[in-house]
Nanobody, 128 residues
Framework: QVQLVESGGRLVQAGDSLRLSCVAS????????MGWFRQAPGKEREFVAA????????YYADSVKARFTISREKAENTVYLQMNSLKPEDTAGYYC?????????????????????WGQGTQVTVSS
């Protein structure tokens, strides 16, 4: 079992920056991918960004590319999502995910079924 706890979400204004954190605990001894998804009210959950165990490869949704940056601190089992130039359409619950059972997620990181564990989410609200 892997537990994921997100933090950092809050109310901000358009154009502001915000950094989300996700700490993994439990059976985190192996290498595993970590990622972020988000879900806005009335919409399906969507992929935001993901990063490999060694941090060398990252993936982004087109909607956030060049504005968001994912990074990880392996020693702390923590992944970060730096969000810049926030827009009202970025308003959503942001969920951390971990893929621990192999690298299949790297073929299609946007597919939820390839992620094994999920956090409870942290709310980001961007006012106009």
């Amino acid at each position: 079992q892997v537990q994921l706890v997100e933090s950092g979400g809050r109310l901000v204004q358009a154009g502001d920056s915000l950094r989300l954190s996700c700490v993994a605990s439990g059976r985190t001894g192996g290498s595993f991918g970590m990622g972020w998804f988000r879900q806005a009210p009335g919409k399906e959950r969507e992929f935001v960004a993901a990063i490999t165990w060694n941090g060398e490869t990252s993936y982004y949704a087109d909607s956030v590319k060049a504005r968001f940056t994912i990074s990880r601190e392996k020693a702390e089992n923590t992944v970060y999502l730096q969000m810049n130039s926030l827009k009202p359409e970025d308003t959503a619950g942001y969920y951390c995910a971990a893929a621990v059972y192999g690298p299949s997620w790297t073929t299609s990181p946007y597919q939820e079924r390839l992620w094994d564990y999920w956090g409870q989410g942290t709310q980001v609200t961007v006012s106009s």
